[in-house]
């Protein structure tokens, strides 16, 4: 349990790299990404937001409506000003597409942007790989640039590689890019604060420049990130073994959540409801955004013991074939 240094395990910074960039990335090969160790998703966000208010003080970022309510309080706490972008769709409970595409082409060029790499909390939408082509597309003529918060890698699909394709998307055309990576779901680590930061650079050079910039972030914040989950994670995804024995695992995970959706939905349907619940199966990875109101969350609440976020945001995770039925029963009730 020695200190790692202070932009952490090389191991683990490696094995990151290949699940977000891609196993034989031209970009990891130039050495041009500057990457640190984490503290897990929200250490990463924090650390770009320092790292974006120390040398672009007059940048701002664009948070999508809604978002993980923490990043509202990350890029506050960096004190760098924030905007929102249009992202969710009430009415369809699905991808507001076109108003989106409007708040890119609106916002100043050269805006920073934080996108959801897969499995969006807490709506559970994502944009297809077409729209995604289009907002890369927008994103070049406006040379915004995209910071991917991926703190689901492999919960969307089931498989990680898959879950990557946002990400490969930008890197395609060409898009410098940053990257939040977090461990805590996708290797169940939550609480060892596993995640890497990673930023694409111009060449090597400015790579080095960059990460030791993030290092000098580090130092005064933690010192160095925590030592025993990058073992876990860099022991895994090194072994062929274990790591054939992990995306097994975390495709296990997300059929179930799958399957759950399903048997929501199907639940919801016998009950004979009235209402459209395609949102349920339509919408990916461990969340789902209901649509009910804080005041039938409440009722769930007092009078069904179900507990869930005050915004409709049910944790996927939670349902299983036991309790389904009284899920179901219980929302059928709340639309009576
Ligand atoms: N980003 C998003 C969108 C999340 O939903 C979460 C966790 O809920 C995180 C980041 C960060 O989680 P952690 O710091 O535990 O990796």
């Known amino acids: 349990m020695e200190y790692l240094p202070m932009g952490g395990s090389i191991k683990m910074i490696d094995e990151s790299l290949k699940l977000a960039y891609g196993e034989d990335s031209e970009f990891i090969n130039d050495k041009r990404i500057a990457a640190v160790q984490a503290l897990s998703g929200t250490g990463a966000c924090r650390l770009f937001a320092d790292f974006q208010r120390r040398f672009l003080p007059d940048s701002q970022i664009y948070i999508p409506t809604p978002t993980w309510s923490n990043h509202h309080n990350i890029w506050r706490d960096a004190q760098v000003p924030q905007r ?9 409970r699905g991808l507001d597409f076109a108003g989106l595409m409007d708040d890119i082409k609106n916002a100043p060029n050269g805006s920073f942007f934080l996108l959801h790499a897969c499995a969006h909390n807490p709506t559970g939408v994502d944009p297809t790989e077409e729209q995604w082509r289009e907002i890369s597309y927008q994103f070049k003529v406006k040379n915004h640039f995209p910071f991917f918060d991926m703190a689901y890698q492999g919960f969307a699909s089931g498989d990680p590689e898959r879950d990557a394709k ?6 395609e055309d060409g898009h410098q890019i940053g990257c939040a990576q977090s461990y805590a779901k996708n290797m169940g680590l939550y609480g060892q604060r596993a995640g890497c930061l990673s930023i694409l650079c111009e060449d090597e050079m400015q790579a080095v420049a960059v990460k030791s910039q993030l290092q000098q972030i580090a130092r005064p914040m933690y010192s160095n990130p925590p030592v025993h989950g990058s073992l876990v994670v860099s022991i895994i995804l090194n072994d062929p073994e274990l790591k054939s024995l992990w995306l097994k695992e975390v495709k296990g995970m997300a059929d179930r959540i799958i399957g759950m959706r399903k048997a929501l939905k199907e639940n919801l349907e016998q009950l004979g ?12 990875g461990m969340f789902c955004y209901s649509g009910m109101t804080p005041e039938q969350v409440d009722r769930l609440t007092n009078e069904y013991h179900i507990y869930m976020t005050r915004n409709g945001r049910i944790s996927m995770a939670g349902v299983t074939t036991g309790n389904v039925a009284y899920l179901a029963n219980a929302i059928h009730e709340m639309f009576a």
């Open 84 to 92: 929102t972008f249009t992202y969710y769709h009430p009415e369809s």
């Open 166 to 171: 946002a990400i490969r998307i930008f890197l």
């Open 273 to 284: 409801s009235p209402l459209s619940w395609d949102h349920i199966t339509n919408q990916i």
